[in-house]
């Protein structure tokens, strides 16, 4: 892709969401992000459209666009379809990936192991982001590709809002996901379905445990992953 203004926008956009520099549900400026990336109305508009389509942005009519809202209604899909998803992309990628895309994605997992080093909470996420992405692109379905792109953002927000730095918990379950990178990736080359999604399994319950701490309140015991689809 060019590094022309709407690419500089949408990367922009795409960080600043990820990282909750722009808030779920904030309005967008259009006027500031027009001055601010040389763009008229027309460019600026495509690259919203763009974004809506992937999962990041919502456009209203007459009201301009927002960043995708996180409610009590999609923190609960969000539980309850994430480890289905996490699996059948981990069990396609096994399949599916190519040897460059193995190549990107061990470039990838040493991008987050540099991060972690860093302990920029913001650059943990976005390298996360990229490997779990490409594991998407191995698993190449046009079906499963959406519902995955936006299960990543929202994951990317809510591991953003309860990390937590100074938690030694939190450290070593960092850790540990590496840990489940490094295996993921072996897995991917063995062409290993079954620990893939085993691995899969494995990963999700390690971020859902550590977000549960900070969101579950006290004394209700039901897990988030387990709750029903007819719960209020």
Do not use: C
């Amino acid at each position: 892709m060019e590094n022309g203004p709407k690419s500089q926008l949408t990367e922009y956009l795409r960080r600043a969401i990820l990282t909750l520099e722009l808030r779920p549900g904030q309005d967008l400026d259009e006027q500031q992000l027009s001055n601010d990336f040389n763009l008229s109305r027309t460019p600026l508009r495509e690259v919203f459209r763009d974004l809506a389509g992937l999962g990041y942005l919502e456009l209203r009519a007459g009201r301009g666009a927002r960043v995708a809202d996180m409610s009590y209604t999609t923190l609960r899909d969000f539980f309850l379809i994430a480890p289905m998803i996490y699996r059948a992309v981990l069990r396609l990628a096994t399949l599916n990936a190519t040897v460059d895309q193995i190549a990107d994605l061990k470039q990838a997992q040493d991008d987050f192991k540099s991060a972690l080093r860093s302990g920029h909470a913001a650059e943990r996420a976005l390298a996360n982001n990229r490997f779990h992405e490409i594991t998407g692109e191995m698993a190449g379905n046009v079906y499963l590709m959406p519902s995955f792109q936006r299960l990543l953002i929202d994951h990317a927000r809510i591991a953003m809002t309860f990390y937590q730095p100074q938690n030694n918990g939190m450290a070593s379950n960092l850790t540990q996901a590496s840990d489940q990178h490094d295996e993921i990736i072996i897995a991917i080359e063995n062409r290993d379905a079954e620990r893939a999604e085993d691995l899969a399994d494995d990963h999700w319950s390690l971020s859902r445990d550590e977000i549960e701490r900070f969101v579950m309140p006290t004394g209700l015991a039901l897990p988030l992953g387990s709750l029903s689809t007819h719960s209020a």
